[in-house]
Nanobody, 127 residues
Framework: QVQLVESGGGLAQPGGSLRLSCAASGFSFSTYGMSWARQSPGKELEWVAGIYSDSAETYYVESVEGRFTISRDNSKNTLYLQMDNLKPEDTALYYC????????????????????WGQGTQVTVSS
């Protein structure tokens, strides 16, 4: 049974930091590309960051470039998102998702191509 379980969300002040984790099981984590996506109330699901199976390359949406860092530990089957200098507009439900690298022809931002999704962890940025 495939599982992606996010954790680490919570309340942060503007300018603060949070680190999200995503524990994967039930599939070959080390062979899949991984991403974080987020959804704010009333808005569409937005791709945030992606990483190849071997961590060779990472990609970010422009709005988080320089503030967020995606990483993974294949020995622990875990994906991370370090979020620094948080802004109120980062408030959202954050999801991790897995994509076969055979389906990356449209890039990490093609959310319809993802095979597995977690349930999400809430991040709220407010003073």
């Amino acid at each position: 049974q495939v599982q992606l379980v996010e954790s680490g969300g919570g309340l942060a002040q503007p300018g603060g930091s949070l680190r999200l984790s995503c524990a994967a099981s039930g599939f070959s984590f080390s062979t899949y590309g991984m991403s974080w996506a987020r959804q704010s109330p009333g808005k569409e699901l937005e791709w945030v960051a992606g990483i190849y199976s071997d961590s060779a390359e990472t990609y970010y949406v422009e709005s988080v470039e320089g503030r967020f860092t995606i990483s993974r530990d294949n020995s622990k089957n875990t994906l991370y998102l370090q979020m620094d200098n948080l802004k109120p507009e980062d408030t959202a439900l954050y999801y991790c998702a897995a994509i076969s690298e055979l389906r990356l022809r449209l890039g990490f931002s093609a959310l319809s191509e993802y095979s597995y999704w977690g349930q999400g962890t809430q991040v709220t940025v407010s003073s």
